[in-house]
């Protein structure tokens, strides 16, 4: 039989994926925040992979969503039951935890923060503590978020992108748009519906933004096969489009992404943004993955521009390591609920 016990845990709830940090053993989960359930009786049918896989197949007594959207709960109820859902897929025989540390976008509202909170104590959590995803990132990358020096964050999450600038463990300034990877990839959905006349699921979308999506011309154009259905004829169509027309149709969201970060740099002040043109840029987050999106920054701001190691895990490894120093970066934590 095994053994009831209780454990500490950071959560980076995002909008694409859940990641889940348990005290002294690391990176327990990476999940897709997606969940099926029946439309009747709103049981939770399935969550992470398994819902992701049913995506676009369900019939009508499933439904298939995300309950965050735009870095915050969209959806209350499907929130807690996921997040419920996936501590008990952590350890089947956990406890109600005494600790949760929570990454939150910087730019969301009190109530905003509230729902987010509110759902970790219904899901089983004592003690809730929320950080800014900038600065879990900056942690997380190993950035010396408390000595009295600029750097500058850009975390490209699934609903949103925060721009943030850290200095004495602080955000100095902070901008949060919500323009990131699920934008690019319905501008990837909305491009071939309009040029082409064909439908594109969103899985599909996906695909081709990671496989042939950039924000800078490639040394070597690529071709990719899209299958669709065709609006006019009503029936499953092929075509063979190339990098350069997904480049286009992204070109929107890179563009908000890029003047973003150029009105963040505006208001930093002159000591800092001297820090900055020293150390340059961090890129994290999945949006981080998109070729030549740091070109792209270099080429605007004429900044060095890093991107992080294994950037789709620099949220949660940072909020990890607050968990397990918590009274190191209590001060971290109390200005991070200004924002």
């Known amino acids: 039989m095994l ?6 845990i950071a959560v980076d709830l995002g909008t694409a994926n859940t990641l889940i940090y348990m005290k002294g053993k690391g990176i327990v989960l990476n999940e897709p925040s997606i969940v099926a359930f029946d439309s009747t ?28 959207k735009d ?10 039951g996921m997040l419920r859902a996936l501590i008990k897929k952590v350890h089947p025989s956990w406890l109600p935890s005494r600790r949760i540390v929570i990454s939150v976008p910087s730019g969301i509202t009190e109530v905003e923060k509230r729902a987010v909170r509110d759902s970790a104590e219904h899901a089983g959590a004592k003690e809730v503590h929320l950080i800014a995803e ?30 943030a ?16 990877g699920d934008e690019l990839t319905l501008a990837v959905m909305q ?12 899985r599909t979308a996906e695909l081709i933004k990671c496989q ?45 992404i890029v003047e973003a970060v150029k009105v963040s740099l505006e208001r930093t002040p002159p000591e800092l943004s001297a820090d900055i043109l020293d150390r340059g840029m961090m890129l994290s987050g999945g949006g981080a993955l998109l070729k030549g999106l740091d070109e792209r920054l270099k080429l ?17 490894r940072g909020t990890g390591k607050v968990l397990e120093n918590l009274s190191h970066y209590m001060k971290v934590l109390i200005k991070s609920r200004r924002y």
């Open 3 to 8: 053994s009831l016990f209780s454990a500490d």
């Open 41 to 68: 009786t709103k049981k939770i049918v399935a969550i992470g992979r398994e819902a992701q896989a049913m995506v676009g197949r369900t019939h009508r007594d499933i439904q298939t969503i995300r309950p965050m």
């Open 71 to 80: 870095g915050v709960i969209a959806d209350f109820e499907i929130a807690e």
């Open 134 to 163: 900038p600065m879990a990132a900056a942690i997380g990358i190993g950035l010396d978020v408390e000595a009295p020096v600029g750097n500058i964050i850009i975390d490209i999450g699934g609903g949103t992108t925060e721009i």
């Open 165 to 180: 600038v850290i200095a004495l463990s602080g955000i100095v300034n902070q901008e949060s748009i919500r323009v990131a």
């Open 191 to 202: 491009f071939f519906k309009r040029n082409y006349n064909i439908l594109i699921g969103e």
């Open 212 to 256: 042939v999506g950039s924000a800078m011309p490639l040394e070597e154009e690529l071709m990719v096969e899209v299958k669709g259905r065709d609006l006019v004829a009503g029936i499953p169509k092929t075509i063979e489009v190339s990098s350069v027309e997904v480049r286009d149709a992204l070109a929107d969201p890179v563009n908000a």
């Open 300 to 316: 605007e701001t004429n900044l060095p521009v890093h991107i992080a190691d294994d950037p789709l895990t620099a949220v949660v």
